[in-house]
């Protein structure tokens, strides 16, 4: 720290991060009224400041390895916010003691220069470099179209009040990473909007004084994310098991199933698990088909199921179900929960419940230890015993803020913290059962800490369509934003899910989407909210066969799936990342944001557009080799044919794969 009379700097490993004078405060507290109503998971919030105070004066006191500085907003004014600058292992933590309990808005400027590119925030589907924008982060649907100058999200909009906009995510995270080699996470709960439009500094505003903000500094991108996730926890190995086949989503009971796994079986597809999200059985809405949320299986609709299960075990195929954190209002676990308290209330202490779309469904109260461990039983008995090898663990962004918890704690304060009491919930059920490792759920909220508890994130329901900020194109910064957050194990519904508004998935979105899903952690298939309007990977001969194709690429790339799958769960760095994370010399890789590097030796490119068969590449200095015919080149653009079934994909000529990256490519045919 250097200080001069009333002004003073703070640096970390040479990295300036407040400037502070009595004219250029860099720290302002203040008083809102926040108004926010939810309706289905989308979220209105509006917030009236009604005082904002610049804190320009400060007292600096060293203790130690200890600086305490108070600060005031006149030069004889008492102190109104007291900030501790403490050395965290190899990073700077700062505290924050606010004097005045009136005070519950807080912003602090981080300081930033004009060249400086901004990555993390959780999950962004819109944006990967986030300069330029403000960031709200707030647990909630994303929203359908997520861009208020389509058709689609203005039709949501009008109808549903859910067209959502371009930092709408399931998982924000008050976490980002500079290119000036930092990173900077706030310790918090509470709403927050963080600001990178400025060239100067970056304003972060929290709806609280956070407990602390942490910085802490690294010679490399993957050292950052190493740090981070040291920090924040890591997400385990993905079993063997998960490499096996497509992951392929069915539903419509035992009958359908059975033959849908026949026919599969016949054209040779390499399954690896079936995903019957119905399992525990169906509603109809006008929104398409719902699931019943009374999570136990439905033996008249899945007739023989716990029998079949093991069948297909035995056939190398396991079995994944769904569940999420509500009980619907008919169903016998409500009916139980009610009767032991586990339900959160409203305000006044009477019943509550949620509109999820045309029917009601309680809250199961997280901050309850008793409903937590029932809820992990419930998972355990009705789930993991009955053969479960795993299971979406949808939702947990819906918490409302209107309710009543049995801590007493405010549900506004805790609807971010939600997604992670939700994913606490499955893994220590996983972990009871001694399963943890070997059973994967995956999950689409998250927050701080997610990490640990959550094997495998998923993008979410994008739409079934090419709209850059809702559709293939979308699931490409989300899982690169992600990983810079700390989670690097991602994959996304093959074809989207959402059909609404005119939006029917077609035959060339699906192969592409299938494409690209050869080149994830994971490929998963899901039919969609209307499996009729959309085309499905048996809709023809030709679809069947594309799936069983790609298919074997992907299984083909196991034990490079299963190194990189080791290194995200030892160090944190993701299995699918930036280019600059390999090229940091390279300036143009910095603003790439529809491209990845799967590991640390392919490049691919996902064709996210409709109706093209050649498509545009950027690669890195280096020699690379086209994954699909064998030319070498070196970096720059390169235009390539990009039929369907050959998504651009590059391989560096010295990886030590090579031979299994031309084995894969041959298997495609």
């Not at 609404?500 to 192969?511: I, P, S, T, V």
């Given at each position: 720290m250097n200080q001069q009379g009333e002004e003073f700097n703070v640096q970390l490993d040479g990295r300036l991060l407040f400037k502070h004078s009595p004219a250029k405060p860099f720290i302002f507290v203040g008083s809102g009224e926040e108004t926010i109503d939810m309706y289905r998971g989308?979220?209105?919030?509006?917030?009236y400041v009604v005082e904002r105070v610049a804190l320009r004066y400060a007292t600096v006191r060293h203790e130690g390895e200890t600086c305490r500085i108070a600060f005031r907003h006149f030069s004889h004014d008492h102190e109104l916010l007291t900030m501790v600058l403490k050395k965290d292992g190899e990073g700077l933590r700062v505290s924050f003691e606010l004097v005045d309990p009136l005070f519950n808005r807080f912003w602090v400027r981080v300081a930033a220069d004009e060249s400086e590119k901004i990555y993390g925030c959780g999950e962004q589907l819109s944006y990967f470099n986030l300069r330029g924008k403000n960031f709200p982060l707030w647990t909630s649907e994303p929203g359908v179209g997520r861009n208020k100058s389509t058709y689609t999200t203005w039709q949501a909009d009008v109808k549903d009040q859910a067209g959502g906009d371009y930092y709408n995510t399931n998982y924000p995270q008050p976490?980002?990473?500079?290119?000036?080699?930092?990173?900077?996470?706030?310790?918090?709960?509470?709403f927050a909007d963080f600001d990178f439009q400025r060239g100067d500094f970056h304003e972060l505003h929290i709806w609280e004084a956070p407990a602390s903000i942490l910085f802490e500094t690294g010679e490399s991108y993957?050292?950052?994310?190493?740090?981070?996730?040291?920090?924040?926890?890591?997400?385990p190995e993905l079993p063997d098991w998960t490499f096996d086949g497509i992951w392929l989503g069915m539903q419509g009971g035992t009958e359908i199933v059975q033959e849908k796994i026949d026919r599969a079986l016949e054209k040779?597809?390499?399954?690896?698990?079936?995903?019957?999200q119905d399992w525990q059985g169906k509603r109809e809405t006008s929104f398409g088909k719902r699931l019943m949320w009374n999570w136990k299986w439905n033996p008249e609709m899945y007739p023989e199921l716990d029998q079949k299960i093991k069948e297909w075990k035995q056939q190398g195929i396991k079995f994944l179900g769904y569940i999420n954190p509500y009980v619907a209002v008919e169903g016998h676990l409500y009916k139980?929960?009610?009767?032991?308290?586990y339900l959160a209330?409203?305000?006044?202490?009477?019943?509550?419940?949620?509109?999820?779309?045309?029917?009601?469904?309680?809250v199961v109260d997280f901050t309850n230890e008793d409903a937590c461990e029932w809820y992990q039983n419930v998972i355990k008995e009705n789930m993991i015993d009955f053969g479960m090898d795993g299971w979406m663990a949808d939702f947990g962004e819906y918490l409302p803020t209107d309710l009543k918890l049995h801590s007493g704690e405010s549900a506004t304060m805790m609807h971010n913290a939600w997604p992670v009491m939700w994913a606490k919930v499955n893994h220590d059920a996983v972990k009871k059962a001694g399963r943890w490792g070997d059973i994967v759920y995956f999950m689409r909220a998250g927050y701080s800490g997610t990490q640990g508890y959550c094997p495998l994130l998923w993008a979410g329901d994008q739409s079934v369509d090419w709209s850059l900020d809702d559709g293939l194109a979308s699931v490409i910064p989300a899982a690169l934003s992600a990983g810079m957050s700390g989670n690097g194990v991602h994959h996304s519904d093959i074809g989207g899910y959402t059909s609404?508004?005119?939006?029917?998935?077609?035959?060339?979105?699906?192969?592409r989407w299938v494409d690209m899903a050869a080149f994830t952690p994971v490929m998963r298939s899901h039919e969609g909210n209307r499996?009729?309007?959309c085309c499905q990977y048996d809709h023809d001969e030709e679809t069947l066969n594309h799936f069983v194709k790609m298919t074997n690429v992907f299984t083909t790339l196991k034990p490079y799936l299963k190194a990189l799958t080791k290194e995200n769960a030892e160090k944190g760095i993701p299995m699918q990342r930036p280019l600059f994370m390999e090229y940091e010399n390279d300036k143009k890789a910095y603003d790439i944001k529809y491209q990845y590097m799967l590991g640390s030796d392919l490049v691919v490119a996902p064709v996210y557009e409709e109706g093209k068969d050649k498509w545009s590449v950027y690669l890195p200095e280096d020699e690379w080799v086209h994954f699909w015919s064998g030319k070498e080149t070196n970096g720059g653009t390169v235009e390539v044919d990009a039929p369907l079934g050959e998504t651009p994909v590059f391989y560096r000529k010295n990886s030590s794969y090579g031979e299994l990256f031309k084995e894969a490519a041959k298997r495609k045919w």
């Open positions: 989308n979220f209105k919030i509006k917030d976490t980002y990473v500079s290119t000036n080699k930092y990173f900077c996470h706030v310790e918090t709960t509470a993957k050292s950052l994310v190493e740090k981070l996730t040291a920090r924040l926890g890591r997400q040779g597809m390499k399954i690896g698990a079936l995903w019957c139980e929960a009610y009767e032991k308290g209330t409203s305000l006044d202490g009477s019943d509550y419940v949620v509109d999820f779309g045309e029917f009601d469904c309680g609404l508004h005119g939006n029917k998935r077609d035959k060339e979105l699906l192969l499996p009729g309007d």
